[in-house]
């Protein structure tokens, strides 16, 4: 009887062990199929006015440019600049051996002078008379004529002086001088030189460096988007800050001084399909000089409630379309397709997948998929930034 009791006993003791070690591994084996959360690294989506800008390539161009011809024919009997020197408008460049002009100029001052006095003999002629006429003392024909006569010198003295004035132009453009201030190139012709009126060949160029213009191009299509995003309010216009144009030399360097844009041509160029803007910028360092290539940040517009999405956080799925992981309400990762505008520094402008709040995986994406548990912590924008 004993022997009975202390079998069953053991017996009972045995089947508890094997019930719980079969509990104990069940547990264990729920446990490990449940999926970990795996903690990632996030960005919460902050939307704020961001003033956009679009870097456009240009060349730059003189503000003015003078060709130093002669306007008479004649010796260059002295040149009166420095080549490569600053002049100012007015500033004689030339002298054309001016003795001929001096010549004619004589002449038609004597040819004045000789109608003047032609004028008082028929004046004074014609007045007498015209009393004697009324005495029937000449006959009507001897008046005509004598006051015919007078006329006739008043019309010789205005070609006469109208043939001493064009002595004197001819004269004073015997010193050849500037139109404009400017800087002059090299002489094309030395002292002794003979030089003809209107001759095809610029004797020298002035040119005017301060200001400058800078002539941008911009595709046409990139101008018909961006009229129609200001059209529907997608972007604001501030038309003080849309003027200001930022330059970028071609070393890469920043150029100190803001321009202007000053007009846009209004037909587009059919061999490159853009159209031409113009920007004009002061110059006093003549850092900038005609045919140099630069770079034009100018401004477009301000986007009200931009998304900016650090570069990291966004890949490419199969199709090449942007996306990026994105954590759920319920700590779960969605995948976004986003439409993308361009890039603002480190970050990409996203126009459409992405809203105010959204919370985008950025640290720790090659441990995650679509529908797995995460667990988020917030990731400083500026560290981001520096791992970019």
């Known amino acids: 009887m004993q022997r009975s009791r202390t ?8 089947i508890g062990s094997v019930a719980l070690t079969g509990c104990d591994q069940a547990a264990e084996s729920q446990q490990a199929s449940a999926p ?3 903690p990632v690294g996030v960005i919460t989506l902050k939307s704020q006015a961001l003033t956009l800008k679009k870097e456009l390539p240009g060349r730059v161009s003189a503000f003015q440019i003078a060709q130093i011809r002669p306007q008479v024919s004649g010796i260059v009997q002295s040149r009166l600049f420095k080549e490569g020197a600053q002049v100012e408008k007015g500033q004689a460049l030339y002298q054309i051996d001016p003795a001929t002009f001096e010549a004619d100029l004589a002449a038609s001052e004597a040819a004045v002078a000789r109608a003047e006095a032609s004028i008082a003999s028929t004046k004074s002629k014609a007045s007498r008379y015209s009393e004697l006429l009324k005495i029937k003392a000449v006959s009507q024909q001897d008046y005509d004529e004598a006051d015919a006569a007078q006329k006739q010198a008043k ?7 109208a043939q001493l004035k064009s002595a004197q132009i001819n004269l004073d453009y015997s010193h050849v001088s500037s139109p404009i201030s400017g800087q002059i190139s090299k002489s094309s012709v030395t002292v002794g030189a003979l030089v003809s009126a209107n001759q095809s060949t610029a004797l020298a160029t002035v040119t005017q460096l301060d200001p400058i213009y800078v002539d941008l191009t911009q595709s046409s299509n990139e101008l018909t988007q961006l009229k129609k995003a200001i059209a529907s309010g997608t972007l604001s216009v501030d038309s003080q800050s849309q003027t200001d144009v930022e330059l970028q030399m071609e070393d890469g360097s920043a150029y ?8 846009s041509e209004v037909t587009v160029d059919p061999s490159t399909g853009s159209v031409t803007l113009r920007a004009k910028f002061p110059n006093p360092d003549k850092l900038l000089l005609p045919g140099m290539y630069v770079r034009a940040s100018v401004v ?3 986007k009200q409630n931009a998304i900016l999405v650090p570069q990291r956080g966004v890949s490419r799925n199969t199709k090449g379309e942007p996306t990026a992981m994105v954590v759920s309400k319920e700590n779960t990762v969605e995948s976004r397709v986003l439409k993308v505008d361009r890039t603002i520094g480190s970050n990409w402008l996203v126009t459409d997948g992405l809203a105010d709040g959204d919370k985008v995986i950025v ?8 529908g797995a548990p995460v667990s988020p912590s917030e990731v400083s924008p500026s560290a981001t930034a520096d791992k970019a």
């Open 155 to 161: 019309a010789e003295l205005l070609t006469a002086k």
């Open 363 to 370: 640290e720790g994406l090659q441990k995650i998929r679509p």
């Open 7 to 14: 079998a069953l006993f053991v017996l009972t003791a045995l």
């Open 300 to 302: 477009e517009g301000v």
């Open 256 to 263: 100190p001084l803001k321009g202007t844009l000053q007009f």
């Open 36 to 38: 970990q959360a795996v």
